[in-house]
């Protein structure tokens, strides 16, 4: 691995080895990266969800109201939410 270096004033470029020290540092760099990478596709579908789910003042509108029928109906789009965007394995 290298770093490159130009010089603006002549135009050089020059490739530089980088140090055992900032090859462990790069190499741990993209081993984070990948495995942030894996976790962000990995909950992907809790996203989906949060931004598909009705308010929960609907819900909460219902309860305070007796409104069953009103609960009911947040429960069924939450669980139709549930279903479009079902948890990986």
């Known amino acids: ?46 996203r989906q969800r949060a931004a598909e789910y009705p308010p929960m003042s609907d819900y909460l509108d219902g309860i305070v109201k007796g409104d069953q029928e009103q609960v009911q109906a947040y429960i069924a789009a939450c669980l139709a939410i549930k279903a479009k965007y079902p948890k990986p394995e």
């Not at 130009?6 to 490739?15: A, D, M």
């Not at 741990?28 to 596709?41: G, I, M």
């Open 1 to 46: 691995m290298f770093n490159t270096v130009v010089n603006v004033s002549t135009g050089e470029i020059q490739e530089i080895p980088l140090s055992e020290e900032e090859i462990a540092a790069v190499k741990a760099a993209e081993l984070r990266a990948s495995a942030e990478k894996v976790n962000y596709e990995r909950t992907k579908y809790q």
